[in-house]
């Protein structure tokens, strides 16, 4: 049984926390300045083709791997594609998905929540963006006799990881978009991904076009979406 380290212990496989308290007031400067940040989020289906440079996105990627998960199984693989023909490959194979799941497919409560937005099976983002970036979930790992195994809370900890994209990529002054294809199994094809790692997100980065418009939604109030027990 592992014991709780104390003043001097040096357990193998460990390294000391690297943690440095703030002042109150800073800690409150700073999450206030971020959520002031994070406020003006929005998904923009609108992008400028202007060049993002891929240091950039590489930052975004580092970043969300930076994201928790089950086991420390890592497992996620984000593909940065900015290639036009294989960008214009993506965006036929989804828009002909799009287009079975509008017309055929789509429940009728799903589609009551759609129309507000304004969604339909046309996916211009995938082209018009510098950069599409698709991340896999792997629901397998390799052990290391070489047989395959189960993760765990791949679900769970690549939403993470998602979110920690989604932030990163506003805060460097960027706009991205969470497409999700349905089904999205042509971009293990198209991205020649193994079988044990599923696309979960499409994510477009790049600029917002000059006549970009977004829904004027309202988010949930504090009082709305938490509660607090003191």
């Not at 920690?164 to 497409?179: E, R």
Request: glycine share 6%.
């Amino acid at each position: 049984m592992r014991s709780h380290m104390g003043e001097g212990d040096d357990e193998p496989g460990f390294i000391r926390l690297e943690f440095h308290e703030l002042p109150q007031g800073e800690m409150l400067s700073r999450a206030r300045s971020f959520y002031e940040k994070m406020k003006k989020r929005r998904t923009s289906r609108h992008f400028s083709n202007r060049q993002v440079p891929r240091e950039l996105i590489e930052l975004a990627i580092r970043t969300a791997g930076t994201a928790p998960s089950g086991a420390h199984l890592q497992p996620w693989t984000f593909v940065a594609v900015s290639d036009p023909d294989l960008k214009s490959r993506i965006r036929h194979a989804a828009e002909a998905e799009e287009k079975k799941f509008y017309e055929d497919r789509i429940p009728e409560e799903w589609a009551e929540v759609l129309e507000p937005l304004g969604t339909d099976h046309i996916k211009e983002h995938i082209t018009d963006a510098p950069w599409v970036v698709v991340m896999f979930r792997h629901s397998k790992r390799s052990r290391s006799n070489g047989e395959m195994a189960p993760t765990y809370y791949s679900q769970e900890s690549c939403g993470i990881a998602a979110g920690l994209f989604i932030s990163a990529v506003h805060n460097m002054g960027l706009s991205t978009l969470t497409h999700t294809p349905s089904p999205m199994g042509f971009l293990r094809e198209i991205l020649n991904r193994p079988d044990h790692e599923h696309a979960m997100l499409l994510l477009p980065v790049g600029f917002p076009s000059e006549e970009a418009r977004v829904p004027d939604l309202v988010r949930k109030d504090l009082d709305e979406m938490s509660k607090f027990y003191e």
